[in-house]
């Protein structure tokens, strides 16, 4: 079993910065990516961000150039700087893990509120 614990949520004012953590209780074995994805109210999942085994990031057009995703492997933690943010940020943002050997795992979820 394996648990993504977020953490990191909270309220801003918007034009501020959150960085949200991500922590995995083990070694995910045959970790293919990490992901950030978030759900606004009444809306679809959608995908945030991205970052391979490899280290290779990959972002929503909404996001790039004010998101940063990144991994700490050693620490099974991945972390997404937000800065700039605006209150259409405003969501619940969900770690996810893909691997070869467990398909998608999910964290809990944390809330970010961007107020204007």
């Known amino acids: 079993q394996v648990q993504l614990v977020e953490s990191g949520g909270g309220l801003v004012q918007a034009g501020g910065s959150l960085r949200l953590s991500c922590t995995a209780s083990r070694i995910i074995y045959g970790l293919k990516l990490m992901a950030w994805y978030r759900q606004a109210a009444g809306k679809q999942r959608e995908l945030v961000a991205t970052?391979?085994?490899?280290?290779?990031?990959n972002y929503a057009d909404s996001v790039k150039g004010r998101f940063t995703i990144s991994r700490d492997t050693a620490k099974n933690t991945v972390t997404l700087e937000m800065n700039s943010l605006k209150p259409e940020d405003t969501a619940v943002y969900y770690c996810?893990?893909?691997?070869?050997?467990?398909?998608?795992?999910w964290g809990q979820g944390t809330q970010v509120t961007v107020s204007s």
């Open positions: 970052i391979t085994n490899g280290g290779t990031t």
């Open positions: 996810n893990a893909n691997s070869w050997t467990r398909g998608n795992d």
